[in-house]
């Protein structure tokens, strides 16, 4: 039996993070056959216009909309923050001091659970935005940092968690390890390594569609239909992942499968003569550098 609780997604449409948990989480929990005890009962995602709840809205299973409410709003839903029990952030990082600045959204998150998708944004830059221009004592919202990437639709997420600065109440870490732990993997990592997991499971995976596309070219330009080819490329990466998985260095594993005057010793070659490693080292570091200078 689920606990009756609320989950508020704030910025949420098809095709965006929020979206992809949403999804995840209903396919993996809230679908017919799932018996599975869960620590929430239903959700609300609130998309900025009619057209986009209406997309998301329909993106369900028929089976899943009793757990789901759609809705729209041009201002900030400060009543859906304040109805909800546990408030999931998922608009774009910059927005913040906009959406949490706005009269009202101190007193509807006080005391409650609050979710960060934002990438760049700190719990405590966050909880600064909420605090500043109110008076009175209000209890503070318990902010808790979580950045997962796209895969979580298909329950293939990296999720990485921020270590929480204090101890916090032992249902609100059930509960979010529960709904990203639906979607995927999940790994605790120090506020200081933040930045860098943020781009290593998001940015990485998107610099990594580079390499595959031009992969893909190079098939096409010797004969190779390009669906064709993206079929024993995906096969290919299932086995690259099951090797590296095993325990295989990288390096050990081009090694045995470079042959004296082979195929493969021509490609590497062709692909340190361009520098192509040094460019994804420094695409990461200029990803991380970025993302400090947002948190400040």
């Not at 799932?34 to 929430?40: D, F, G, K, L």
């Not at 719990?123 to 997962?148: C, F, H, S, W, Y």
């Not at 070219?217 to 064709?228: I, N, S, Y």
């Amino acid at each position: 039996m689920a606990h009756e609780r609320t989950v508020a997604f704030i910025g949420c449409v098809a095709g965006n993070m929020g979206g992809a948990i949403l999804h995840g989480i209903l396919d993996a929990a809230f679908a017919t056959e799932s018996s599975q005890s869960r620590p929430v009962s239903r959700f609300v995602a609130c998309t900025k216009s009619a057209a986009s709840a209406e997309r998301l809205a329909s993106s369900f299973a028929t089976d899943q909309e009793p757990f789901v409410h759609v809705t729209s709003s041009q201002d900030v839903p400060v009543q859906i923050m304040k109805d909800a029990d546990i408030v999931v952030l998922g608009f774009k990082p910059f927005m913040a001091d906009d959406v949490l600045g706005t009269k009202g959204v101190r007193q509807a998150l006080a005391g409650k659970l609050v979710i960060s998708l934002l990438a760049g944004q700190t719990p405590q830059n966050l909880a600064r935005i909420i605090r500043e221009g109110t008076d009175g004592e209000i209890a503070e919202p318990v902010i808790m940092k979580v950045i997962p990437n796209m895969g979580a639709q298909f329950r293939q997420s990296m999720t990485i968690i921020e270590t929480p600065e204090r101890e916090i109440p032992a249902y609100m870490t059930e509960v979010v390890e529960w709904m990203f732990k639906q979607v995927g993997a999940i790994k605790y990592l120090p506020q200081n390594q933040m930045d860098l997991g943020s781009v290593l499971v998001g940015a990485a995976l998107a610099a990594m569609t580079v390499p595959i596309e031009g992969i893909l070219d190079g098939c096409v330009a010797e004969g190779l239909k390009r669906p064709d080819a993206m079929e024993m490329v995906l096969h290919g990466l299932r086995g690259l992942s099951a090797a590296l998985e095993s325990g295989i260095h990288p390096a050990v594993l081009r090694e045995s499968i470079s042959s004296p005057r082979g195929c493969t010793i021509q490609a590497l070659l062709t692909l340190e003569k361009a520098g192509s490693r040094s460019d994804y080292a420094e695409a990461i570091i200029n990803g991380t550098q970025h993302l400090k200078k947002a948190d400040k």
